[in-house]
């Protein structure tokens, strides 16, 4: 019984000082070279929009389907009012399907829905759930989504913005 707790003993201190091992060579990296933290932020892409005399911001994710949709750039749509909750527009084609689905959304949120296919930004929630296929989320607007609660139909500009 003895050896079998030395030997208990013995492997988890191996483990434990494993857990501890010094990882400083794990990142070799030179010390001015970009790090993930530094690349995932030039991986957010800036958008302006521009809503008659208004100009508003938003943060795009980097997907694929984000990608996809920045490449259609600029755009001129007339976004239409649906359930007084979005606005969305029919976008030139399709583009990538590979992002996550959800079937909820929240204000501000700039959306792809490939059964149209569409471009579509809340600026109110119903509660109501997106129907299927469901919704792929590209971007949030920064600020100012009050700009598309207005009745009826809506001339947007999008393209991507100076200060990248």
Request: hydrophobic content about 40%; some cysteine.
């Amino acid at each position: 019984m003895r050896r079998k707790f030395l030997a208990f003993a013995f492997v988890i201190a191996f483990v434990h000082a494993g857990c501890g091992a010094d990882n400083s060579t794990a990142n070799s990296a030179p010390p001015n070279s970009p790090t993930k933290t530094s690349t995932l932020e030039s991986q957010i892409m800036k958008i302006r929009l521009k809503i008659d005399d208004k100009v508003i911001t938003a943060t795009f994710n980097d997907s694929k389907t984000t990608r996809d949709f920045i490449s259609l750039l600029p755009l001129t749509l007339t976004m239409n009012d649906l359930f007084r909750r979005e606005k969305f527009a029919h976008l030139p084609r399709a583009i990538s399907e590979e992002g996550k689905r959800t079937h909820t959304y929240e204000v501000g949120q700039v959306v792809y829905w490939s059964p149209g296919p569409d471009v579509a930004i809340f600026y109110r929630n119903d509660g109501e759930k997106i129907p299927n296929p469901g919704i792929i989320v590209i971007g949030k607007i920064d600020s100012g989504v009050a700009a598309l609660d207005v009745a009826g139909s809506v001339k947007v500009t999008i393209e991507l913005h100076d200060e990248q």
